[in-house]
Antibody, heavy 125, light 108 residues
């Protein structure tokens, strides 16, 4: 079964740091780009960051650029998001998602599937 | 940045009725548009990709159409489990993905 499981969320003070992890299983993790997408309480979805399969290409939303760092360890089938200088507006459920939908032997780039169950990050004093 | 605007914000319908959800892009995204369904406390689930292709396991009552800037998600006959929030997403401006703000489909 293709699965993503996030961990590492919690309560942190403004200006603090947190590191999220996402453990992948059921597919060849090292072959796919991975992403983080977040959702503030009661709000919509916001793409946060993307990393290519070999970590050669990394992209960030303007809202987190310079504060967040995405990384991966293909040997451990794991994706990470290091979040520094956290702000109240970073409060959200953070989802990891594969950047490719695959079905019946064909794969389609740019669509998020699967998603993890999410991990809640709360930034508050 | 490509902005996706969904309408209506909330749609109130009864089971068995037809639902029509709209997504409009601020510039052409060709057919590079997807639809996701999200239920409370759950992660989003991919329904439609490339504007009109159903993902595996998605019932035939869900269909997508459109190209360029105007897209539609249609649910032909609503089942109780279809009441949820629906988001559109574009990949035309890779890797700067954007989502619409969502349409909440609620039971009337």
């Amino acid at each position: 079964e293709v699965q993503l499981v996030e961990s590492g969320g919690g309560l942190v003070k403004p200006g603090g740091s947190l590191r999220l992890s996402c453990a992948a299983s059921g597919f060849t993790f090292s072959s796919y780009s991975m992403n983080w997408v977040r959702q503030a309480p009661g709000k919509g979805l916001e793409w946060v960051s993307s990393i290519s399969s070999s970590s050669s290409y990394i992209y960030y939303a303007d809202s987190v650029k310079g504060r967040f760092t995405i990384s991966r360890d293909n040997a451990k089938n794991s994706l990470y998001l290091q979040m520094n200088s956290l702000r109240a507006e970073d409060t959200a459920v953070y989802y990891c998602a594969r950047e490719t939908y695959c079905s019946g032997g064909s794969c389609y780039l740019g669509w998020f599937d699967p998603w993890g169950q999410g991990t809640l990050v709360t930034v508050s004093s | 940045e490509i902005v996706l605007t969904q309408s209506p914000a909330t749609l109130s319908l009864s089971p068995g009725e037809r639902a029509t959800l709209s997504c409009r892009a601020s510039q052409s995204v060709s057919s590079y548009l997807a639809w996701y369904q999200q239920k409370p406390g759950q992660a989003p689930r991919l329904l439609i990709y490339d504007a009109s292709n159903r993902a595996t396991g998605i019932p035939a009552r869900f269909s997508g159409s459109g190209s360029g800037t105007d897209f539609t998600l249609t649910i032909s006959s609503l089942e109780p489990e279809d009441f949820a929030v629906y988001y559109c997403q574009q990949r035309s401006n890779w890797p700067l993905y954007t989502f619409g703000q969502g349409t909440k489909l609620e039971i009337k």
